[in-house]
């Protein structure tokens, strides 16, 4: 049999996202399912396999670096009159975090090549990953050439996409209080109309709030509240403002 080597790329906080999307596509037919290290191998049901090896740049940042830089320079060699777009896939191709190189046997059966492709594509549109193909084509999750060696492109514009998890890529985990508190927050938005997204995390973690007495919230000095503005008249008396009691938080 001959090997066929295909690479997804994306931009991404939590790489196990990958190894969720692998097992699910590849479930009906995964005969095992061998995880070691950042790297997974899928026996399928003939007994053939399928190698992934999930490469991030929280593990390996030169790896990373390295890799995106001489594919960036590599593609930057393209001519092609879709200029703009080849500097968006360019810059596409900087900011990827995380690379994964999959292997597998290639025979006449077309049917289970087809099945193969289809899960790669399925694994990409999870995680808003590019597939790279030997011939040194890039295609979107969606199955359109992004970007040729050649300058060939379905598309006519193109904008560098992430995970949104990225920006919690070193985040917390909620704790129970911040669940009750995103839930409560739900059902104040749900019971006024307003649109919402459940899942959406709290945005401040309970974990990240630190609290300052009231010694420290004024450093010391008494409040300097302005007073209202006062008429010239010597029958009103002046009242100076009072501290606060307390010192609310949102």
Request: charged share 25%; hydrophobic share 35%.
């Amino acid at each position: 049999m001959e090997k066929a080597n295909i690479t997804l790329y994306t931009v991404i906080g939590d790489p196990g996202r990958i190894v969720t999307a692998i097992r699910e596509h590849f479930k009906e037919m995964t005969k095992e399912f061998t995880p070691e290290n950042g790297n997974i191998l899928l026996t399928l049901a003939d007994d053939s396999t399928i190698s992934f090896n999930i490469n991030h740049r929280q593990d390996k940042p030169d790896f990373i670096a390295s890799h995106t830089a001489g594919m960036a320079n590599y593609f930057s060699s393209a001519e092609t009159p879709l200029v703009e777009l080849k500097e968006n896939v360019l810059q596409q191709i900087r900011v990827f975090n995380c690379v994964t190189g999959i292997t597998f046997d290639i025979d006449d059966n077309g049917d289970r090549t087809s099945y193969i492709i289809n899960g790669l594509f399925a694994i990409a549109n999870n995680v808003n990953g590019f597939l790279l193909y030997p011939s040194m084509q890039i295609y979107t999750q969606e199955g359109k050439l992004l970007f040729s060696i050649k300058g060939e492109s379905q598309l006519t514009e193109f904008m560098p996409i992430a995970n949104a998890d990225l920006l919690d890529g070193n985040r917390p985990q909620e704790s129970p209080a911040d669940m009750k508190r995103r839930l409560r927050s739900n059902a104040l938005l749900k019971a006024r109309n307003i649109p919402y997204m459940e899942q959406l995390p709290c945005e401040v973690l309970e974990s990240e709030v630190q609290m300052r007495s009231r010694e420290k919230w004024w450093n010391g000095q008494p409040p300097c509240l302005p007073l209202p503005s006062i008429r010239k008249s010597s029958s009103r008396k002046i009242r100076t403002a009072k501290k606060p009691s307390s010192i609310s938080t949102r």
